[in-house]
């Protein structure tokens, strides 16, 4: 992994909130929300210089320039969005420890991941959202405003990964993953509710999400023609 820094925020002990594409691009779809609507500035990039995946262009490939950027308003620092991840556990360690290093450098408060959460559960227009967090005493604290729980499992990827750095480096962490039943296609429900747990644990208005419920309505809509 290469990292350009590009600028110094002038942020002090944020939040941090970093995720990447993942099942139902729920992680890629509230990072760049968030990103949108707050109308954020990068400040860091990282790249890689092996691809994790090609586009085919219907007949010829492409290899993309993949990239994925931090950037910061007012007291929050958000990382991911974009497509892919790294495929190797090298870059994937890589990458969580420059998002911790980074956390870190600020004197970040919290680090807060996000993503899908498969279920075979019939879900209708109001998917839940489950969380974890780095401790026990922690969840306890979250418990009492009345979110659920994840039940055991394992969690890959780093939208779970960069949670066990955040606790092996003493930094406290949630992890919020919307309920979806079809992983292959783009998740705007389980968006919106991993967005409104966002708000309710944080005391912060995130933005608007109608824009979000007409692409879930139009993702529908094709999927039952």
């Not at 262009?57 to 497509?83: A, H, R």
């Not at 306890?140 to 779970?160: D, H, W, Y």
Request: proline residues 4%.
């Amino acid at each position: 992994m290469e990292f350009t820094q590009t600028e110094e925020p002038d942020v002090k002990k944020p939040i941090v909130i970093a995720a990447m594409q993942d099942m139902g691009n729920v992680g890629s779809i509230v990072v760049n929300f968030i990103n949108n609507a707050l109308r954020t500035k990068t400040f860091r990039i990282a790249n890689t210089p092996y691809p994790t995946y090609v586009v085919d262009k219907g007949g010829y490939i492409e290899v993309p320039n993949e990239s994925w950027e931090y950037k910061y308003t007012e007291d929050l620092i958000v990382f991911g969005g974009g497509k892919g991840q790294p495929q190797s556990n090298s870059e994937l360690n890589t990458l969580c420890q420059d998002v911790i290093d980074v956390s870190k450098k600020y004197s970040a408060k919290f680090i807060y991941t996000l993503g899908g959460f498969h279920t075979d559960r019939k879900l209708k227009m109001n998917p839940k959202t489950y969380i974890t967090t780095t401790s026990r005493e922690l969840t306890l604290q979250m418990e009492r405003l009345n979110v659920e729980t994840t039940q055991k499992s394992i969690i890959t990827g780093f939208n779970g990964l960069i949670l066990g750095f955040a606790k092996q480096n003493g930094i406290q962490g949630i992890g919020m993953y919307g309920e979806l039943n079809r992983p292959e296609i783009p998740q705007y429900r389980a968006a919106i509710s991993v967005i409104k747990t966002i708000e309710k644990l944080t005391y912060r208005k995130l933005g608007d999400t109608s824009q979000l419920d007409v692409m879930a309505q139009e993702i529908e809509r094709k999927f039952r023609n």
